[in-house]
Each structure stands twice: as structure tokens, then as C-alpha cells.
């Protein structure tokens, strides 16, 4: 497919586990970027990765976050000893950037819900 | 600070109807650019539309059209003779440059309901 993917699609955790998102972006899509909606609310930044570097990780909650891509694609969000309140939809994006343009548009995918019981 | 207001949290219309989303956004750059972008209720946020700062010519997209006006920071949406499939939450977003990095800042969003 052409657009981004993120998988799971659903996930419903316990308490204290811990959860792994993936998210495939456009192929070619240098900027990768994480976000996070809570019901009926808009959207927080987490994470920002430019290539495999991370030069913005200031919207991650707490150290229980954490983030990585690899290859220049690839990215996985993950949420140890999840809580309760971290039930959202996590939303990943892909734009085409280039060093002095950031003027491309977001690509996003479906989205995460993450249900913690 | 970088920020974008959304302050119209819900609008409710009768389809035919017109209708204009509010964005106001605060930047100290001079090169920006502004989106919107819709989420209908399936979930994935759709690009409607960009602008950069030195371009404040108003468009227009069939139904849609935008007004850009530096002077009062506001980057505008409104949507002509209004239908039931534009339901969805509209998101504004900023997109400056900061010490290299790139931010996209999005307001709360508008939740637009048009009711047959």
C-alpha cells in the first residue's frame, strides 16, 4: 500500500504490561513523527524523528515512553508498565522533509487505539 | 511560543448551510506554513490544504474555501452549501522551523456536525 501503516489496529492490554507499536511510513518519508489523541480530544505531540535520530522527543509523557526507527523507516513506539491513562489512539504521521523544506503535509496513518484494563 | 487556536470546540449546521472555522496561531517566524486537515469519523486525518506565510492569496476548492490574513494570525476555513459527508473534526496546524527541527503544532480541533 501507499500509505502510512500502523499496526496493531486495536490492542487491549492489562495493567502493567508492556506494548509495542509499529508504524510503516511512506516509502522515501524522512520525517516520522508520533502523536497521541485522547477521546474526543486533539492531538499531542510525542516524538519527532528525522532519518533514524530523534531530535525532538519532548512530548513523550513519562520514561515509560520511548521510541525508535530503524533503517530510515520503520518506527516503534513503546509503552512500558502501561497504565490506565494511557489509553488513546496513537497516531503516527510520514512527511517527505528535506533540510530546508518543511513544508511537506503529514501523511497519517489509521491510528493505534490502545485500551489499557 | 508556537500555538494554534481552535477556539469553536462544536458547530452544528443544517445541510445547505455555510459554515466558517475559526483558526488563530502565534508564531515569532517569519516562514511558516499553515494546514488543515480533516478526521471524519472512520479516524484517519485527510490533508485538506496548505499555505505558506508569504502567501496570503484566499482559495478556493470547490466548496471550500480559505482566508488567510497575517494581520489578525487567523487562517480561516469555510464551507459553502454544507453537506452531511463534511461531518468530521477539523484540525488547524502550524508548521514553523525551530533550531533545525520541524514542529507541526495542531490546535483542539472543530467538531463540525451538519444535520440533514
Known amino acids: 500500500g501507499a500509505g502510512v501503516s500502523q499496526s496493531p489496529s486495536n490492542k487491549v492490554t492489562e495493567k502493567g504490561k508492556d506494548v509495542e507499536l509499529r508504524c510503516d511510513p511512506i516509502s522515501g518519508h524522512t520525517a516520522l513523527y508520533w502523536y497521541r489523541q485522547s477521546l474526543g480530544q486533539g492531538l499531542e505531540f510525542l516524538i519527532y524523528f528525522q532519518g533514524n535520530s530523534a531530535p525532538d522527543k519532548s512530548g513523550l509523557p513519562s520514561d515509560r515512553f520511548s521510541a525508535e526507527r530503524t533503517g530510515g523507516s520503520v518506527s516503534t513506539l513503546t509503552i512500558q508498565r502501561t497504565q490506565q491513562e494511557d489509553s488513546a489512539v496513537y497516531l503516527c504521521?510520514?512527511?517527505?522533509?528535506?533540510?530546508?523544506?518543511?513544508?511537506?503535509?503529514?501523511?497519517f496513518g489509521n491510528g493505534t487505539r490502545l485500551t489499557v484494563t | 511560543a508556537q500555538k494554534v487556536t481552535q477556539a469553536q470546540t462544536e458547530i452544528s449546521v443544517v445541510e445547505k448551510e455555510d459554515v466558517t472555522l475559526d483558526c488563530v496561531y502565534e508564531t515569532r517566524d517569519t516562514t511558516y506554513y499553515l494546514f488543515w486537515y480533516k478526521q471524519p469519523p472512520s479516524g484517519e486525518l485527510v490533508f485538506l490544504i496548505r499555505r505558506n506565510s508569504f502567501d496570503e492569496q484566499n482559495e478556493i476548492s470547490g466548496r471550500y474555501s480559505w482566508n488567510f490574513q497575517k494581520s489578525t494570525s487567523s487562517f480561516n476555513f469555510t464551507i459553502t452549501a454544507s453537506q452531511v459527508v463534511d461531518s468530521a473534526v477539523y484540525f488547524c496546524?502550524?508548521?514553523?522551523?525551530?533550531?533545525?527541527?520541524?514542529?507541526?503544532?495542531f490546535g483542539t480541533g472543530t467538531r463540525l456536525k451538519v444535520l440533514a
Open positions: 496546524a502550524l508548521s514553523t522551523a525551530i533550531s533545525g527541527t520541524y514542529k507541526y503544532i
Open positions: 504521521a510520514s512527511s517527505l522533509e528535506r533540510a530546508s523544506s518543511y513544508n511537506s503535509p503529514l501523511h
